[in-house]
């Protein structure tokens, strides 16, 4: 038992720690900041640019595929929404979203896969396909430039919670989790590198490391792989909810869809 | 699908020194990769990519298998004459691309 004024030290140590881990956490909207600002001159060029941004390939491809008849019932996306620049304007900054008949938090591939399957009556298209990053980049590209907006209702905070933990958990043979980079020590150097806030707005990205556009779920099992904990698979549960949180986390901040990052 | 993106500008004087910057989609599969099954994955590359203007080459690059995937090639020209700048990539497989953009000098 610790006795007298060193008590009141101790229990001062205790109270600073707990006021510094409540700190910790959320960043401040003011502080919110998209990946992009802390990238090369060249690299902030190339996204830029849309003869010279790679992810505009994929779009081009996109475009095409919208337009394409699929499965049984012989509709394209377009024969119910049209073009995509009116309909699909908006719609990546509100992903993911709660689905009614689900009651769980669908993604935009996840959506993309559900219209195909119940309403063109096609298969769905495998996770990091072509066909299924082009139709994806294609629709949320058509939201570059507005702010993220997951709405604050009960049925969305729940899942939000739920990502928010899976966000925080320590997991992996490093005992590390995504908040002690990306809440606590963004900003700092890994090694050579910056790290990065850890905002999903620019996905899916062209990431020159992979020579490829790649969804965030590649970005978040790669980061899982970096901790050396297991990655949870394609379309997992936990996936659409840490995708959520994230989502949530960098409310405000514009879309950048194709981003591209070292 | 191949894609490729073009920048010409569509109007120049004569005389003037342009930008042009092409991208265009491809693997570069450099030939020294093993893949998930332990088989080497076979070199697929494209090894030469020329520019034509008005049928006379102002370009030409012989890409290598450290060149990254989805190659994008910028160079300078001066622009001479109204016309057509032409664009061919050929490449492993039989890979055979081309496209053009039309310039107009004031």
């Not at chain 1, 990946?35 to 003869?51: A, F, G, I, K």
């Not at chain 1, 556009?213 to 996936?239: H, V």
């Not at chain 2, 599969?29 to 102002?58: A, K, L």
Request: with cysteine; charged share 25%; proline share 6%.
């Amino acid at each position: 038992m610790i006795e007298g004024p060193r008590r009141w030290c101790f229990l001062a140590a205790i109270g600073f720690a707990v006021v510094a881990a409540a700190q910790a956490g959320e960043i401040p909207a003011s502080d919110r900041r998209t990946d992009y600002q802390l990238m090369s001159p060249e690299l902030r060029q190339m996204q830029d640019d849309d003869t010279v941004n790679p992810g505009m390939l994929w779009v081009l491809d996109g475009e095409a595929l919208w337009e394409r008849k699929e499965g049984s019932q012989g509709k394209s996306c377009a024969d119910c929404h049209g073009g995509a620049a009116a309909s699909m304007k908006g719609v990546a900054a509100r992903y993911p979203t709660i689905d009614p008949k689900l009651g769980q938090p669908i993604d935009l591939e996840g959506r993309i896969n559900a219209c195909r399957t119940v309403h063109q009556g096609a298969p769905p298209l495998d996770f990091e396909s072509k066909e299924l990053l082009a139709l994806t980049v294609y629709v949320a590209r058509q939201s570059k430039g507005l702010p993220i907006d997951i709405p604050d209702n009960p049925a969305t905070a729940r899942f939000v919670d739920a990502g928010r933990s899976i966000f925080e958990r320590r997991q992996g043979q490093l005992n590390l989790s995504c908040a002690q980079c990306h809440d606590d020590n963004w900003g700092q150097k890994l090694a050579g590198a910056t790290i990065p806030q850890g905002h999903p707005n620019g996905y899916p990205v062209y990431r020159l490391e992979w020579q490829s556009l790649g969804s965030l779920q590649r970005r978040l099992r790669n980061c899982l792989f970096g901790m050396r904990a297991e990655p949870y698979a394609y379309g997992a549960s936990e996936m659409t909810e840490l995708e959520l949180f994230l989502a949530w986390r960098a409310r405000g901040l514009a879309i950048e869809t194709p981003a591209v990052r070292p | 699908m191949t894609r490729a993106l073009i920048n010409v500008p569509a109007k120049a004087k004569r005389g003037d020194i342009i930008e042009i910057k092409t991208l265009i989609s491809h693997p570069m599969e450099s030939g020294y990769r093993v893949g998930t099954n332990g088989q080497m994955i076979p070199r697929d590359i494209i090894h030469r990519f020329v520019c034509t203007y008005n049928g006379d080459e102002v370009f030409r690059a012989e890409l290598s298998p450290a060149i990254a995937a989805n190659p994008f090639i910028s160079f300078f020209t001066v622009a001479t004459e109204s016309g057509s700048i032409a664009f061919e990539w050929a490449g492993d497989n039989g890979f055979a691309a081309s496209e053009r953009a039309d310039i107009t000098i004031e």
